[in-house]
Every structure is written in C-alpha cells, then in structure tokens.
C-alpha cells in the first residue's frame, strides 16, 4: 500500500478534499455552497493534489475532467486554475491549457535543509534581538493563525497558510539580520513550500500553531538556546509531513 492509500488526511487521485465530502460538490443547486466557496473548494482540492505530487510534472489540468469528477461547472475550475498559475504551480501553454510545473522531491528537500540551517539561527538571533513589540506581533499573528484554525470558512486553509507564512517572516524581521531575511525568503515563498497547509489535518496545524506558540515563549524568555531547538523541531516536523504526503515516484 501506497503513503497516499494510507494517510487519513491525504486523498489519492479524484477521492474527498480535506475537511468536505464529495457529497458538497454533487448537491443539488438551491443547497451548494456559493460560488466564492466552491472555488475556493476546488482550488484547495486542486493545490493539495498538486503539494502531494498526484500531479505529475508536465500534466495537463483538463478543466472538463475536473468539473465532471467534482460535480460542478467549468466556471470554478476556470477560476482555481488561473490562482494556481498566479500561484506559480502551474503554467498557460495555449490552447494546450494548463500544465503542471516541475517541482520534484529534490527540490522541496533541498528547500527544507536549507531553512533547517538557517531559520534556527535566526530565532537564536530573535531571542536575543527582538523588540517587545516584535515578540508581540508574533503572538497576534500567531493567534489570527489559529482562529483560521478554528473557524469553518470555505477558505481556512489559505487563511491558515497566510498566516504562517507571515509568522517565518515577522521572525526573520526580528532576528534584526538583513543578510540572513535575504537568504531565507525565497525559500519562505517557494510556491511548493507555501502550499504546504493544504494536507494538514486539523491537528496537524493546532500542533504547528503550539510549535509557534513555543518559540514565542523562549522569545520572551530571551532563551536564545530554546528558541534555536523549538525551531528546528518545528521545521523538522514539518518536513517529515509533508515527505510524508508527497505521492512517491512512479518507478519506486
């Protein structure tokens, strides 16, 4: 059995998105959600298959074949494919459609290895640097991090992903380093890395939002030590989820 035939949060190809059932998208008319909310359910569904590696590299996204399998019209496949080429997961080739860009497991490990060398420097750097008000606005994003948690909008999930991608870079700003925000950055918004909440089970993003939670704490303690620790616990996490998820080679 597959990594993916074995999540219980992870759907092989064309199964339920995260947190809906199918039964959503079949529903009669007059008791689907709006049309904001079934974008945003395609668009979740589609990026999460993209972040799990269900799409191959090079895969042409048949707008017809989605809005048959989730039941609904093309319009918002149409809308969830354009976000996902704004995202830089996916690429227009005329009338050839949408195609899938290649991102492969090298790249998503290289990424994390990387950040795993620096980000735990630059929250040693924050406990000894940041300012009360820094320290501060972590905790607020932090918390608006877990009421997209919490809350049942169609759009949590990138509510949730926003929010954590502001945290890493609020704390590169606290760590008071323009060389080390510069290095590290790009690797906070690889299209890749950032999508990485749309296979997160709930408790998958209460733990991350804890882990955060952790490093505030060893901020305000000025524990320059325990905050280096907390973070490459976090990222180590992090990491082992999403290798987790990620659908394996055809020929492995």
Request: net charge negative; aromatic share 6%; proline share 4%.
């Given at each position: 059995?597959?990594?993916?035939?074995?999540?219980?949060?992870?759907?092989?190809?064309?199964?339920?998105p995260f947190g809906y059932s199918l039964e959503l998208f079949a529903a009669p008319q007059e008791t689907r959600a709006t049309m904001?909310?079934?974008?945003?359910?395609?668009?979740?569904?589609?990026?999460?298959?993209?972040?799990?590696?269900?799409?191959?590299?090079?895969?042409?996204?048949?707008?017809?074949?989605?809005?048959?399998?989730?039941a609904v019209s093309r319009t918002p496949v149409r809308s969830a494919i354009e976000r996902l080429v704004a995202d830089g997961l996916?690429?227009?080739?005329?009338?050839?459609?949408?195609?899938?860009?290649?991102?492969?497991?090298?790249?998503?490990?290289?990424?994390?290895?990387?950040?795993?060398?620096?980000?735990?420097?630059?929250?040693?750097?924050?406990?000894?640097?940041?300012?009360?008000?820094?320290?501060?606005?972590?905790?607020?994003?932090?918390?608006?991090?877990?009421?997209?948690?919490?809350?049942?909008?169609?759009?949590?999930?990138?509510?949730?992903?926003?929010?954590?991608?502001?945290?890493?870079?609020?704390?590169?700003?606290?760590?008071?380093?323009?060389?080390?925000?510069?290095?590290?950055?790009?690797?906070?918004?690889?299209?890749?890395?950032?999508?990485?909440?749309?296979?997160?089970?709930?408790?998958?993003?209460?733990?991350?939002?804890?882990?955060?939670?952790?490093?505030?704490?060893?901020?305000?303690?000025?524990?320059?030590?325990?905050?280096?620790?907390?973070?490459?616990?976090?990222?180590?996490?992090?990491?082992?989820?999403?290798?987790?998820?990620?659908?394996?080679?055809?020929?492995?």
């Open positions: 059995m597959d990594a993916a035939s074995e999540s219980p949060f992870i759907s092989p190809r064309f199964t339920r904001t909310s079934a974008r945003d359910l395609v668009y979740a569904e589609l990026r999460r298959r993209l972040m799990s590696g269900v799409f191959l590299p090079g895969e042409r996204l048949r707008e017809e074949h989605i809005a048959a399998e989730l996916v690429k227009r080739e005329g009338r050839r459609g949408a195609e899938v860009l290649g991102w492969v497991d090298r790249d998503i490990n290289e990424a994390f290895e990387l950040r795993l060398l620096l980000e735990p420097y630059a929250a040693r750097s924050a406990a000894e640097r940041a300012t009360p008000e820094q320290i501060d606005q972590l905790e607020q994003i932090n918390q608006r991090m877990l009421d997209a948690v919490l809350s049942d909008d169609a759009d949590k999930v990138a509510r949730v992903q926003h929010c954590n991608n502001l945290f890493h870079h609020a704390l590169l700003d606290a760590a008071q380093s323009a060389r080390v925000r510069n290095m590290v950055e790009n690797l906070l918004d690889m299209p890749i890395i950032i999508g990485s909440f749309y296979f997160y089970t709930q408790d998958d993003m209460l733990r991350s939002v804890e882990h955060h939670r952790q490093i505030i704490a060893a901020l305000r303690a000025r524990d320059a030590a325990c905050a280096e620790i907390a973070m490459r616990f976090h990222l180590t996490a992090t990491h082992l989820l999403f290798r987790s998820q990620r659908k394996p080679p055809a020929d492995a």
